[in-house]
Every structure is written in structure tokens, then in C-alpha cells.
């Protein structure tokens, strides 16, 4: 039994004051032994922890560390040496209390601080109604980020409303929380993806959402995010992250295909890069049953077409006349009985294409005898005889079926294997053979020899697909021996093509304005013409395939094979060392090395708020995602002398350029890409993009004007390679230079109310930044601890 002396022990007001002063004088290792020692002379430290941390703010903006978190933890250690300190050894109405003053002290809280009030106050073990009572509270306080977050951390999704809790943070473009809340719930996850997918109707209004939250002030940045083209794209990423039945989303579903059918009407009819009976096959797929768009592929080939094939794409599905575009109907009556129905004879094909088609593009050397259809197990024999034999060499290519989205799964349809002197085309769409055993044991033989160098080109997504269609693949996972993509050696040509503009002739260049990409502009590097991409979106589930489909699988193939030679017997000339092998093995050793780091080091960075970015990228990366490096001697730049254009895709990365001084314009997330190539052509500003769009925009302005990023990236790190490439010098004075909102460098001195009342009626400010900066000073003002404490700015851009 304690003694009277004891029982009274140290005043924990007293201790926090102490702690507080070698706080302020950065003696951290004074402050632990006192932490320690403190914690030891109070009589109830478990109720002394609170009254400590009742007086400091938990959380200082612009500081990853406080000193009631470094309190927390000095905390926990001391238990781990106190083990008899548990909640259990009081009273359940004295464990109650502190619960209850436990909670108080949760919200505005760092993660860390948050895990270790839990464990030490065991608050799982609360009544979920009380917590549930708690989390409405913080809802009603506007405090939506801390309800979601305590709720995910204290386990209460099942007794919350998934609509209540996550619609406030979607709305104020914080999916990732929402997510957060669902994740690891079936129901709510299903609730989720449905929400959003109604939100996707043509019908809806961001209005009458926002009407139900009138407290919620959103500003312009969400309300762009709240529209069916970025939520679509949201609804489709979490079918995929949460492996949902794409069934669920409607909505969405036919907001992609209506994105795809114009797509392939721009394709065909402006690009006129797509063979029309290729348009033909994706239309069917696209539209399928759907009456309403079938209705919309009428109207769309009334305006990028003529009359007369929307009539005879009209009469194919019967549209009803009231739902006829003007001058349909009467072009239907017009047409001759032969001219009714789409198609025809299927025209005749030569395995020699056209004189100008051989002047123009990449020819096989070899006769159509020598191209083997394997659809069979005994032609499956005669393949595997021929290839598998040691000290070989095999151009390897794969096709499937564009999906365009729809549809996440996408099985192989056609492999090829090529050899100098004959090629093997591999039919997984004939019954019975995609699933022989003896077809999948002849690929894990072909892959795992190796002795036998495979050749392919961006092969991570040929392999995707081949797990897709084979799921023992999964289970008995398949060996990669002896595979040279010669993606991975590209990038080193490319840096060779830089050096050969500065110091030399261009004798591998391509021309300039070349629109070629990919495994085609390596083809003309090397063998100095292009590949017809004519037929790279067939429909590769159709049979019998065509003369052009055939000689095109065949193509992409057997190129590899003549680029190989080439490049081995001239490895200088392009820059390469003499084993190309060596480019791969090396970037796969550092790519291990990095991921090492990383998990190394992950674990500190999150209890001490570091904010860790994107691992960096290789050499090889960076010069494809951001284009040509610049020369060493290229002048610096000062940012004000950058002008850019940010396609809507990259908008975050346009507000952080504009943070550093760059001029930047941005597009809205309602314009066309190719608004981009017209405001770079009138104003010659260089443009940001990423992703499909960037192959138009690069014909459509100057080499070199057009850079293409990452967005899976960050847009810090998005701006570190844009800054690097066009070599600009940052100066302190640089920062904010320029106005995130308007793109302005002008600047105006304004009262402080003011430009809170312009920050409101523009939409950049919410209603409750007073009420959260209130709350912040206030915490401030009761115990004033050293640190930063934001203002609204002072100043407005003019």
C-alpha cells in the first residue's frame, strides 16, 4: 500500500512545465531522462499523461514534430519498463473518464499520436455507440478528414453511413480518405463505386449534392473534379483496386464507350489513321445493345461523316424515327436497296503490298510460305522443334483485343515467334488450343530456356495479358530467362541521337516531325523506315484474319530480330555497349537496389511527418517520359522566361510551376487536348501532357515542344524533371512569384478582410478556414508553445 507521501506524488502541471522548458532550449536528451523520471513520481501517470497533454497544442502547422507527441512516445517507453501501468488496474469508472478525456484530445492530432492514445487508453474497447456519438460530433464541427480517420483507426465502418461520412470529402476532392473508409469492406466498398457511378449520369448536378451540405463551401478546384470525366476515370480505377463486376458501374460504363466511339471517330475520320473496316468491328463491340448509343454513333457519324452512312448505320440497328438526327430519315428512303445494308465482299489482298506501301514503311524478307498458322497440337510440335533449340534467336510479339476500356481483362489472341527464316503465329482463339496443356507448357519451356534470347519490346504488357489468359500462370508463376526488351535499350539510342544533333551528321535520326513512337521510331532509327501501325488496333479475335492483319503480326516480330543484328555488330555506332544484355541486367540490379532503400527507410519517415515523394527514376525512364535531355552547356534559364502549356490531365503540376514563377496556362477539364497545340502554336509556349494524347499533340507543333510526363507521379516531382529538362535556375525571390489562381505576376497590397472576402466569392477559400484558424489560436493562446502559425495572405494578385 502507498504511503500519504507517495499517493500525493509530483504535480503533472509541474512536470509539463518542466518538460516545456528544456523543450524551448532543445535538450532533448535532458528531456527524456526528465520524462522518464516524471512519469515515475506521479501517482497516477495515466491521468498525469492527460493533464500534460491537455496543456500542450497537439499539433503546430509547419512543424512534423510537437512536444505532446514527443511526450506521447517518451510515454510509451516508460510503460514498456512499467508493465503494471494499465487501464485494467483502475476502476471502471476512473478508466471510463480518461477514456472520455482521451477522446477530447484526438482531434486536429497527427497519425502517431492518434495509434498511441488508442493503445494506452485501449479506446477500441469503448461502447461503439459512445464512439459513434463522437464521430457524428466531428462531423458536425466540419472536422470530416479527423471523423474518417479516427473511424477507420478506432474499426467503426459498419456502424457509420458510408454516404454521411464520404460524400463531404469527395466533394471536397479527397477521395483517397473516402476510400480509406470503405477499404477492406465489401458492402461499403460496393456502396462506394455505386455512389459514384450514379454520378456519372448525364442527368446529375453537382448542385443538388452540394445543396445538402449547405455549410460546405466548395471551391473551383473541386467542383472540376465533381464531373463525369474525372469520376469516371475514379469509378474504373476502384473497380479495378477493389476487383468489382464493371456491371456495377453503368453509368460510367457508358460514359467510356461513349468516350470511345468518339475516339474512333476521330481516328478514322480526322486522323484517318484507322482502316475502316477496323472502325466498323470496335463500333460493333463499343456500342453492342445499347439503343442509346447506337443513337449517339448516328448522330456522331452525321457530323464527322456523311448522311448516308448514318442512315445505313440507322437502318443496321432500326432506330426509331423520333430519334433520327435531321435528314436521316429522308436519306433512308433515298437509298437504293443495295446500299441498305453495311459491308460487303471482303475485298481481295496480295502478300506483296503496294510499290508506294514498300517505298514507305518496314518490309519482311520473307515469302507468305513462310509464315506458319499454329492452331493445332501437332503444328504446336513442329513450332517447338524449330525453336527450341539451344544458342537461338526469337522476335516475340503478342496481340489482343483493344478494349478501349471497357473492359479490364484482355486475353492474348495471337502470339508471334519469329526466326530469321520463318515465323509462327500462335492462334489462342481457335477452341480447345489457348488451353492445351502442351501450348502452355511450350511457352513456360520458351521463356524459362536460356540459352535461347527472346526479343520483345515493352514486354511487361505482353506478359500482363499472358497472365490474364493463363491463370495457372498465377498459381506456378513463369520463368524469365534469356528476355531482352529492347524498350530497356532505347532510351540509350535516344541520348546517342542527342549527341549526333550536336556534334555531328544525323545518320540514325529520324526526320524532323516525325509522329512515329514506340517500337515503330526504333524501327526507323535503325533500319531507317517506320512500321504501318495501320493495323495495330484490329480486332484480333476475328477470323479469318486478314492478309494485312497477318503481315503486320508478322512485322512487329520479325523487325526485332533485324534491330538485334544491327545493333550487336554496331553497338558504338548507337552508343551501346558490346552486351546488350548488360543495359537490362544492370538497370534490373539498380531498380532492386532502390527498392532495398526504400523499404529501409520506410517506417521513420511516417511518425516524424516526413513526406516521402516518388523513388527516382532511372536514366533510361526519365528521357522517355520527359523527352530529349539538354546539353551541359545549355544557358540557365530564369523561370519568369519559361512559358508552358498544362494539358487538364496535369493541373497539379501547373499550380506548382506557377508557385516556382514558370508562365503557365492551364486547360479546364472540359477542353480538348488539341486546344493545347493551338495556344502552344499562338503563343509558343512548350506543352505539358501525358498519357495517349501526347502522339497528337507532338505532330501538331515543332520538335521538341512537347514533353510528355508521368502522371502516376506526384506534381512535385513532375516539376523537378521539367525544370531539369529546360535547365531553369530558381532563386529565393522566385518562389510565389505568380499567382497559383490566375497565372499573374502582378501583385497588390489589400486589408486582411478583404482578401478573405475575395478568396470566398472566387470559390479558393472555404467558410471554415476561420472557424479551423480560430480553433488553432486559441490552442496557441491557452499554452504558448514556440512554432509557425499560418495567416490568410495579405496580398492579391492584380
Known amino acids: 500500500?502507498?504511503?500519504?507521501?507517495?499517493?500525493?506524488?509530483?504535480?503533472?502541471?509541474?512536470?509539463?512545465?518542466?518538460?516545456?522548458?528544456?523543450?524551448?532550449?532543445?535538450?532533448?536528451?535532458?528531456?527524456?531522462?526528465?520524462?522518464?523520471?516524471?512519469?515515475?513520481?506521479?501517482?497516477?501517470?495515466?491521468?498525469?499523461?492527460?493533464?500534460?497533454?491537455?496543456?500542450?497544442?497537439?499539433?503546430?502547422?509547419?512543424?512534423?514534430?510537437?512536444?505532446?507527441?514527443?511526450?506521447?512516445?517518451?510515454?510509451?517507453t516508460w510503460m514498456k519498463e512499467h508493465p503494471q501501468v494499465t487501464l485494467s488496474s483502475l476502476s471502471e469508472q476512473q478508466a471510463?473518464?480518461?477514456?472520455?478525456?482521451?477522446?477530447?484530445?484526438?482531434?486536429?492530432?497527427?497519425?502517431?499520436?492518434?495509434?498511441?492514445?488508442?493503445?494506452?487508453?485501449?479506446?477500441?474497447?469503448?461502447?461503439?455507440?459512445?464512439?459513434?456519438?463522437?464521430?457524428?460530433?466531428?462531423?458536425?464541427?466540419?472536422?470530416?478528414?479527423?471523423?474518417?480517420?479516427?473511424?477507420?483507426?478506432?474499426?467503426?465502418?459498419?456502424?457509420?453511413?458510408?454516404?454521411?461520412?464520404?460524400?463531404?470529402?469527395?466533394?471536397?476532392?479527397?477521395?483517397?480518405?473516402?476510400?480509406?473508409?470503405?477499404?477492406?469492406?465489401?458492402?461499403?466498398?460496393?456502396?462506394?463505386?455505386?455512389?459514384?457511378?450514379?454520378?456519372?449520369?448525364?442527368?446529375?448536378?453537382?448542385?443538388?449534392?452540394?445543396?445538402?451540405?449547405?455549410?460546405?463551401?466548395?471551391?473551383?478546384?473541386?467542383?472540376?473534379?465533381?464531373?463525369?470525366?474525372?469520376?469516371?476515370?475514379?469509378?474504373?480505377?476502384?473497380?479495378e483496386k477493389f476487383n468489382m463486376d464493371q456491371g456495377l458501374c453503368p453509368n460510367a460504363l457508358r460514359k467510356r464507350r461513349l468516350d470511345s466511339l468518339r475516339f474512333l471517330m476521330y481516328k478514322t475520320f480526322v486522323e484517318k489513321s484507322m482502316a475502316e473496316e477496323n472502325w466498323s468491328d470496335h463500333v460493333q463491340y463499343v456500342v453492342a445493345d445499347d439503343l442509346e448509343l447506337q443513337i449517339s454513333l448516328v448522330e456522331l457519324l452525321v457530323r464527322y461523316s456523311n448522311l448516308q452512312k448514318a442512315a445505313q448505320w440507322a437502318l443496321r440497328y432500326n432506330i426509331p424515327r423520333n430519334r433520327l438526327p435531321s435528314g436521316v430519315w429522308k436519306m433512308q428512303q433515298d437509298l437504293p436497296p443495295d446500299l441498305k445494308h453495311i459491308g460487303g465482299s471482303a475485298k481481295t489482298e496480295d502478300w506483296i503490298p503496294s510499290h508506294s506501301h514498300c517505298q514507305k514503311f518496314y518490309q519482311v524478307p520473307l515469302t507468305k510460305d513462310k509464315v506458319h498458322l499454329v492452331d493445332s497440337p501437332e503444328a504446336l510440335q513442329r513450332c517447338r522443334n524449330t525453336l527450341l533449340k539451344e544458342g537461338g534467336v526469337v522476335g516475340v510479339d503478342m496481340e489482343w483485343q483493344p478494349t478501349f476500356g471497357c473492359n479490364s481483362i484482355q486475353k492474348v489472341a495471337l502470339i508471334q515467334l519469329a526466326?530469321?527464316?520463318?515465323?509462327?503465329?500462335?492462334?489462342?482463339?481457335?477452341?480447345?488450343?489457348?488451353?492445351?496443356?502442351?501450348?502452355?507448357?511450350?511457352?513456360?519451356?520458351?521463356?524459362?530456356?536460356?540459352?535461347i534470347i527472346k526479343l520483345g519490346y515493352g514486354m511487361s504488357g505482353d506478359i500482363k495479358c499472358l497472365l490474364a489468359t493463363w491463370q495457372q500462370l498465377l498459381v506456378e508463376p513463369l520463368e524469365m530467362e534469356g528476355v531482352l526488351d529492347l524498350l530497356k535499350i532505347h532510351p540509350k539510342i535516344q541520348r546517342q541521337k542527342i549527341n549526333r544533333i550536336q556534334n555531328g551528321p544525323k545518320e540514325v535520326l529520324v526526320g524532323e516531325g516525325s509522329a512515329e513512337k514506340g517500337l515503330s521510331l526504333l524501327v526507323q532509327q535503325v533500319l531507317k523506315k517506320p512500321l504501318d501501325k495501320t493495323e495495330q488496333m484490329s480486332n484480333w479475335e476475328k477470323r479469318p484474319l486478314r492478309i494485312s492483319q497477318i503481315r503486320y503480326a508478322v512485322a512487329d516480330a520479325y523487325c526485332l530480330l533485324e534491330v538485334y543484328s544491327i545493333l550487336s555488330s554496331k553497338p558504338d555506332h548507337f552508343g551501346l555497349p558490346p552486351d546488350l544484355c548488360s543495359i537490362v541486367s544492370s538497370q534490373s540490379e539498380k531498380s532492386s537496389n532502390k527498392k532495398k532503400k526504400e523499404q529501409q527507410s520506410h517506417g521513420k519517415e511516417e511518425c516524424q511527418g516526413a513526406q516521402r515523394v516518388s523513388p527516382p527514376r532511372s536514366d533510361a525512364e526519365k528521357d522517355l517520359m520527359c523527352g530529349e535531355k539538354p546539353s551541359e552547356d545549355t544557358p540557365p534559364l530564369p523561370p519568369q522566361h519559361l512559358r508552358v502549356v498544362c494539358d487538364n490531365m496535369l493541373q497539379g503540376l501547373g499550380r506548382y510551376l506557377r508557385c516556382l514563377g514558370v508562365d503557365v496556362i492551364m486547360l479546364e477539364n472540359?477542353?480538348?487536348?488539341?486546344?493545347?497545340?493551338?495556344?502552344?502554336?499562338?503563343?509558343?509556349?512548350?506543352?505539358?501532357?501525358?498519357?495517349?494524347?501526347?502522339?497528337?499533340?507532338?505532330?501538331?507543333?515543332?520538335?521538341?515542344?512537347?514533353?510528355?510526363?508521368?502522371?502516376?507521379?506526384?506534381?512535385?516531382?513532375?516539376?523537378?524533371?521539367?525544370?531539369?529538362?529546360?535547365?531553369?535556375?530558381?532563386?529565393p525571390s522566385d518562389i510565389f512569384s505568380r499567382c497559383q489562381a490566375c497565372n499573374s505576376d502582378q501583385y497588390a497590397a489589400v486589408p486582411r478582410g478583404d482578401m478573405v472576402r475575395m478568396l470566398k466569392e472566387k470559390g479558393f477559400l472555404q467558410d471554415d478556414t476561420d472557424h479551423t484558424q480560430q480553433q488553432e489560436e486559441e490552442k496557441l493562446e491557452d499554452f504558448p508553445t514556440p512554432g509557425v502559425t499560418p495567416e490568410i495572405p495579405r496580398t492579391s494578385c492584380t
Open 96 to 239: 471510463s473518464e480518461l477514456q472520455r478525456r482521451a477522446l477530447d484530445l484526438l482531434i486536429d492530432t497527427q497519425a502517431c499520436f492518434v495509434d498511441g492514445l488508442i493503445d494506452i487508453y485501449r479506446l477500441n474497447s469503448l461502447d461503439p455507440a459512445v464512439l459513434v456519438l463522437y464521430i457524428m460530433n466531428l462531423m458536425s464541427l466540419r472536422c470530416y478528414k479527423e471523423a474518417i480517420g479516427l473511424s477507420v483507426k478506432l474499426k467503426l465502418q459498419n456502424d457509420l453511413n458510408m454516404e454521411e461520412m464520404c460524400v463531404p470529402l469527395i466533394l471536397q476532392n479527397k477521395l483517397p480518405l473516402a476510400e480509406s473508409f470503405v477499404t477492406g469492406h465489401k458492402h461499403l466498398e460496393q456502396q462506394l463505386v455505386t455512389l459514384l457511378d450514379s454520378w456519372c449520369h448525364s442527368c446529375f448536378s453537382v448542385d443538388k449534392i452540394s445543396r445538402r451540405y449547405p455549410r460546405l463551401s466548395l471551391t473551383k478546384q473541386c467542383m472540376s473534379q465533381i464531373q463525369p470525366k474525372m469520376l469516371t476515370k475514379q469509378v474504373f480505377r476502384l473497380v
Open 1 to 76: 500500500m502507498n504511503t500519504p507521501a507517495e499517493t500525493v506524488g509530483l504535480d503533472p502541471i509541474m512536470l509539463r512545465d518542466q518538460l516545456f522548458m528544456l523543450w524551448n532550449q532543445s535538450d532533448l536528451q535532458m528531456l527524456h531522462l526528465e520524462a522518464l523520471q516524471g512519469f515515475s513520481k506521479l501517482s497516477e501517470p495515466l491521468e498525469g499523461l492527460l493533464t500534460i497533454l491537455e496543456g500542450y497544442p497537439v499539433r503546430q502547422k509547419g512543424r512534423s514534430q510537437t512536444l505532446g507527441l514527443h511526450v506521447l512516445v517518451e510515454f510509451q
Open 670 to 731: 472540359t477542353d480538348d487536348h488539341r486546344v493545347a497545340a493551338e495556344l502552344a502554336q499562338a503563343e509558343g509556349r512548350f506543352i505539358l501532357t501525358c498519357g495517349q494524347p501526347f502522339q497528337t499533340l507532338r505532330s501538331q507543333v515543332g520538335e521538341g515542344r512537347c514533353l510528355s510526363l508521368d502522371c502516376a507521379e506526384k506534381a512535385r516531382d513532375q516539376a523537378v524533371r521539367v525544370l531539369r529538362h529546360f535547365n531553369v535556375q530558381l532563386k
Open 419 to 451: 526466326t530469321l527464316d520463318q515465323v509462327f503465329l500462335l492462334d489462342l482463339c481457335v477452341a480447345g488450343f489457348c488451353q492445351h496443356p502442351d501450348t502452355v507448357s511450350f511457352i513456360r519451356s520458351l521463356f524459362s530456356e536460356r540459352s
